[in-house]
């Protein structure tokens, strides 16, 4: 079993940045691909950006250029930077994680967090 916990949001002004975290516990994470997806409200759960084992990374296109995930394998925590914040990054953003390879596909992973709410202001 793995549990995760993310932190990190909050309320933030546009513009400005957040990192959030997604901690994990249970098991050995450095060989698990973990992936960030965000659900705003009245909308469809979607992806946003993973890493995989080798730290290999992939992103939304609507998201590439202002966040940045990463991991510590030594910390059993997973990152994303997020930049320039905009009031549509408004969501509440989960990290969820699987063995093997990473996917975009959000109905290929086994575990999730609870999510951290990331609310932008203009």
């Known amino acids: 079993q793995v549990q995760l916990e993310e932190s990190g949001g909050g309320l933030v002004q546009a513009g400005a940045s957040l990192r959030l975290s997604c901690a994990a516990s249970?098991?050995?994470?450095?060989?698990?691909?973990v992936a960030w997806f965000r659900q705003a409200p009245s909308k469809e759960r979607e992806f946003v950006a993973s890493?995989?084992?080798?730290?290999?990374?992939d992103y939304a296109d609507s998201v590439k250029d202002r966040f940045t995930v990463s991991r510590d394998n030594t910390k059993n925590t997973v990152y994303l930077q997020i930049d320039s914040l905009k009031r549509e990054d408004t969501a509440v953003y989960y990290c969820?994680?699987?063995?093997?390879?990473?996917?975009?596909?959000?109905?290929?992973?086994?575990?999730w967090g609870q999510g951290t709410q990331v609310t932008v202001a203009s």
């Open positions: 249970g098991r050995t994470f450095g060989s698990l691909a």
């Open positions: 969820a994680a699987r063995t093997g390879y990473m996917t975009p596909w959000d109905q290929a992973y086994t575990y």
């Open positions: 890493i995989n084992s080798n730290t290999y990374t």
